[in-house]
Antibody
Framework: QLQLQESGPGMVKPSETLSLTCTVSGGSISSSSYYWGWVRQPPGKGLEWIGSIYYSGSTYYNPSLKSRVTISVGTSKNQFSLKLSSVTAADTAVYYC?????????????WGQGTLVTVSS | EIVLTQSPGTLSLSPGERATLSCRAS???????LAWYQQKPGQAPRLLIYGASSRATGIPDRFSGSGSGTDFTLTISRLEPEDFAVYYCQHYGSSPFTFGPGTKVDFK
């Protein structure tokens, strides 16, 4: 059973880059079974898919964030990462890492506990 | 992009009652690639239903999903105290994956 843990700074200044890492246990980041995704949730609001990466390195992003997002895989430590540039207060949210399969199975059946990132000077 | 609308925004019910939650898509969701999640305060979402009607592992049979095309329903046959939470629908048939705004089921 997959277990996921997000880590990174809890506060980022406006205009800077938000960087988070998700550490995966119970499975390999190099597995062809999963895409490795990020979802966020502003306080008191709904869920927004940010993007996903396959072990091969292929990525797809939400068009609403695409210009600012980079997701990458670090196979040596069974981790994958999120970078979101030029952040504003609107990027304040709980960020979850959540893998998914492909096609009919592209739902999010595992989630990290989430990490709150606040954008503030 | 498929936009999902959920209704009602809040559903006030008592334990033992039946809950019927609606999710409507702005265009047809291919092959019923529609999921439902439950979220409690301070917790990550939990997958309940995928493929519009298939229960995820360990989900009690009081939860059921139905629908196709643009109209989907999550039914909780008899509410248990632990079922009071926010419920989200999500389509995953094509990118971008999108979520509905959620329905909160609270105590009457």
């Amino acid at each position: 059973q997959l277990q996921l843990q997000e880590s990174g700074p809890g506060m980022v200044k406006p205009s800077e880059t938000l960087s988070l890492t998700c550490t995966v246990s119970g499975g390999s980041i190099s597995s062809s079974s999963y895409y490795w995704g990020w979802v966020r949730q502003p306080p008191g609001k709904g869920l927004e898919w940010i993007g996903s990466i396959y072990y091969s390195g292929s990525t797809y992003y939400n068009p609403s964030l695409k210009s600012r997002v980079t997701i990458s895989v670090g196979t040596s430590k069974n981790q994958f990462s999120l970078k979101l540039s030029s952040v504003t207060a609107a990027d304040t949210a709980v960020y979850y890492c959540a893998p998914h399969s492909s096609g009919y199975y592209s739902y999010f059946d595992y989630w990290g506990q989430g990490t709150l990132v606040t954008v503030s000077s | 992009e498929i936009v999902l609308t959920q209704s009602p925004g809040t559903l006030s019910l008592s334990p033992g009652e039946r809950a019927t939650l609606s999710c409507r898509a702005s265009q047809s969701v291919s092959s019923s690639y529609l999921a439902w999640y439950q979220q409690k305060p301070g917790q990550a979402p939990r997958l309940l239903i995928y493929g519009a009607s298939s229960r995820a592992t360990g989900i009690p049979d009081r939860f059921s999903g139905s629908g196709s095309g643009t109209d989907f329903t999550l039914t909780i046959s008899r509410l248990e105290p632990e079922d009071f939470a926010v419920y989200y629908c999500q389509h995953y048939g094509s990118s971008p994956f999108t979520f509905g705004p959620g329905t909160k089921v609270d105590f009457k």
